[in-house]
């Protein structure tokens, strides 16, 4: 019953053709990703909890395999395209900023001159103009529409893919759905993934302990990562199987927003989170500034950055010069600091930030 609505021509087309190999083109898209710099700098940005030190906190590139393994078992039990889901699972976070959600925000009200920062949006333009030094990925069609349509902050109990073909680059919000069923999985999935580890997570850093979660919830979704996963999937294969759209059961999804509005309220709302998040704004907006000064200053002189005492400046320069076709034809001079911070990792950011803040050391 889960027929994608549209060609698989379609699906399969690239912006640059290449010839077929043994792999198969989404399994190929998944290996081009994984052996990408912004998929190696997931595993030194923030999920939720900025605790750089903590093997136990999940980061960025563990929610993204979580969505992964996830999205996996739901397709195989509605018979879906595997190597599709796990192509766009896999990619679907690319576009994230440093500092989880909080880098986001900041991001977002620092680009306003530019349309914004979203990290789907963003995500796509990863992959198609800022990965390989500005070649891109060159992906499927299908995988780069599941990366530009996975938002995840929207509760939806019901989920269809879109019937008409559309230009991806003009995706500018998270109202977009995606093309596929695949893609739809992996939206599903990424709810999944994140609300129960996030739990787990406030409890290994002292926010919550179990006793605080809602009895009925433990009763219906289970108490660790793995029985809320367990229970949700199964709810989603079971409640999907047979018709045309990937959907919850009233019943979960009831329990999933009760969830979801005990996580928003106990920790994503908690003062330390609060306090945390307003220290990484001011810091992520200080560097935003001070970068964008000297981008107005020296342009695309990239010697002038080399000539800096500053190593933050050196890199920046380097790195617009990696990609200066595209930034020489970039309509909004805000657009290449944005895109250079957004994929520094949480450490690289505070080095930046202290290099460039702090007064050179006289040896």
Known sequence: MHRNPLSDTLYHARVIPRRPDIRGDYFRDQTAIIHSTPFRRLKHKTQVFFSPQNDHICTRIEHVLHVSTIATSICKGLGLDVELAQAIALGHDLGHAPFGHAGERILNILAKDCGGF?????????????????????LTYAVRDGIASHCGERFEKTIRPETREKDLGTIGTRQSAPLTYEGCVVRVSDIIAYLGRDIEDAVTAGLITLRDIPLNLKKSLGTTNGEIIDTLVLDVIRTSDGTEKITFSDEKFA????????????????????????????????????????????????????????????????SLKKRRGLYTNDTCPDRCVIDHISGMTDAYAIESARDLMLPTPIH
Request: aromatic share 12%; proline share 0%; with cysteine.
């Open 255 to 318: 329990l999933l927003c009760q969830l979801k509005d005990f996580n928003y309220d106990k920790i994503y709302h908690h003062k330390a989170i609060l306090e945390s998040d307003a220290v990484i704004s001011e810091m992520v907006e200080k560097l935003f500034r001070f970068i964008r000064e000297q981008y107005m200053k020296y342009g695309l002189d990239f010697d002038a950055y080399q000539a800096s005492s500053k190593r933050a400046l050196r890199h920046f320069g380097e």
């Open 118 to 138: 979203i990290h789907e949006v963003h995500g796509l333009r990863v992959v198609d103009k800022l990965a390989r030094d500005g070649k891109g990925l060159n």
